[in-house]
């Protein structure tokens, strides 16, 4: 989707859930997906940018941007990167969406946060997450 423009969403979540808190309106070239469409049955988690209709205008994968567990660097290089859990389950993650007239909602695609919070899907109409820059989206 060619737009040279974007919004960037951002999210956070803890024990009582996700929450889309800020937009912000970034210029920027969207890159295309990395994926193929997802299906409604597929496994993993993503955000879509959906028209008015609900139609899906673009769809990227996120990487458990819920923050259960991260990627534990070793000082030495020589030494395995593992993962590790994060105890307070809270965090922030930012979305990168394509700005453009026809979309309307942002929607968050993927399992269920631990806290039960997270029904399936998590949307919400663009117009109603603050605008952190003062500008409209259209």
Not at 14 to 40: E, F, H, L, Q
Not at 85 to 99: K, M, N
Not at 132 to 137: D, K, L, P, V
């Amino acid at each position: 989707m060619a737009s040279n423009s974007a919004v960037r969403i951002r999210y956070e979540y803890d024990k009582n859930g996700v929450r889309a808190v800020s937009r912000t309106r970034v210029p920027m070239v969207v890159p295309d997906p990395i994926t193929p469409p997802p299906d409604a049955n597929q496994t993993g988690m993503w955000c879509e940018l959906q028209d008015s209709t609900g139609k899906r205008l673009y769809h990227w994968p996120l990487s458990n941007s819920l923050g259960e567990n991260a990627e534990v660097f070793p000082v030495n290089m020589r030494d395995p990167i593992h993962r590790t859990q994060i105890s307070e389950g809270q965090g922030a993650f930012d979305v990168i969406l394509p700005d453009v007239p026809e979309g309307h909602s942002a929607v968050l695609v993927g399992p269920h946060h631990r806290s039960g919070k997270l029904p399936q899907p998590v949307r919400y109409k663009l117009d109603d997450i603050p605008d952190n820059t003062g500008e409209t989206t259209p």
